[in-house]
């Protein structure tokens, strides 16, 4: 007789509150449905707001002091999206592109990825997971952490016989430009980007026709909603528990992906990262 195992997600993400931006809604799903989910948090957030919002590099912010209230959040929100495992790597944040954090000793950024693959690895040896969940080569928006988030998922993959469905998280095009009108409605003082900025915003996420998987998760956009409300020190989430939860779940009730790795034949588009696999 063999030991039962449930069908197996794991989430692989750069900073504590990134798991309820881009895939609360599939973890909160999955975990209903009784398969087990595995959230790996790489960094520790040291990096973002501390009390009072105050900002990196301020008076009165102490990276050490940061992580530790971000991780007592992550709890808060692993708790609300019923999430099964939480594992954290816990390497200092590498903050933005061009900061001098991203030079500190320790830096996720410094890590070599083979000595975070190898953890990683470890990791996915343990759980084995089914489903593998991470960013794209640019960390969906060019954050040094989900670069390097990307990097170590795909890495510690190849040291590993597993051979799960692999997915690289994104966005609609469609949708980038709702958001962005979303944004201003609710921040009526947001300035308007220059043509730079926006050349640059016009280029995030895919055409809605290279997408291969649009998962519907409106049903537990609620609990997204209150596990980004978990990570309230972060002045970015204000945006989004501002609109209320109808308003957010209209905005980001769909998750969408790329599989980018799969070995079931199921056929894309898809609605469900664990198609052919039950």
């Known amino acids: 007789m063999t030991d039962y195992r449930p069908l197996t997600l794991m989430a692989v993400h750069a900073?504590?509150?990134?798991?309820?931006?881009?895939?609360?809604?599939?973890l909160a799903r999955y975990a209903a449905e009784g398969f087990?989910?595995?959230?790996?948090?790489?960094?520790?957030?040291?990096?973002?707001?501390?009390?009072?919002?105050?900002?990196?590099?301020?008076?009165?912010h102490d990276p050490a002091a940061v992580a530790q209230m971000r991780r007592q959040e992550l709890r808060e929100s692993c708790d609300v999206l019923k999430i099964s495992d939480l594992e954290t790597l816990d390497y200092a944040d590498s903050g933005m592109m061009g900061w001098s954090s991203n030079d500190a000793p320790g830096a996720f950024w410094q890590t070599p990825v083979e000595e975070g693959a190898a953890r990683l690895a470890e990791l996915m040896r343990h759980y084995r997971p089914d489903v593998v969940v991470t960013y794209?080569?640019?960390g969906f928006y060019g954050h040094p952490d989900h670069i390097q988030a990307h990097r170590i998922t795909m890495a510690a993959l190849?040291?590993?016989?597993?051979?799960?469905?692999v997915y690289w998280t994104t966005m609609?095009?469609?949708?980038?430009?709702?958001?962005?009108e979303t944004m201003r409605e609710f921040q009526e003082d947001m300035p308007e980007p220059d043509p730079a900025e926006a050349a640059a915003l016009a280029e995030i996420g895919l055409p809605d026709d290279e997408i291969?998987?649009?998962v519907d998760t409106t049903a537990f956009s609620g609990q997204k909603f209150d596990a980004l409300a978990a990570h309230a020190s972060q002045g970015e989430n204000i945006f989004f528990l501002r609109m209320g939860k109808e308003r957010f779940g209209e905005l980001m009730g769909m998750e969408t992906f790329v599989r980018v790795a799969d070995s079931t034949g199921a056929a894309v588009p898809e609605n469900d990262l664990f198609a052919g696999l039950r």
């Open 158 to 165: 190849a040291m590993t016989t597993l051979t799960p469905k």
């Open 136 to 138: 794209d080569e640019n």
């Open 15 to 26: 900073h504590p509150d990134d798991e309820a931006t881009g895939t609360g809604g599939v």
């Open 212 to 214: 291969t998987t649009w």
């Open 172 to 180: 609609p095009r469609s949708a980038m430009q709702r958001f962005g």
């Open 36 to 60: 087990r989910t595995v959230l790996v948090t790489c960094t520790d957030g040291g990096c973002g707001d501390g009390p009072g919002g105050v900002k990196p590099g301020d008076p009165g």
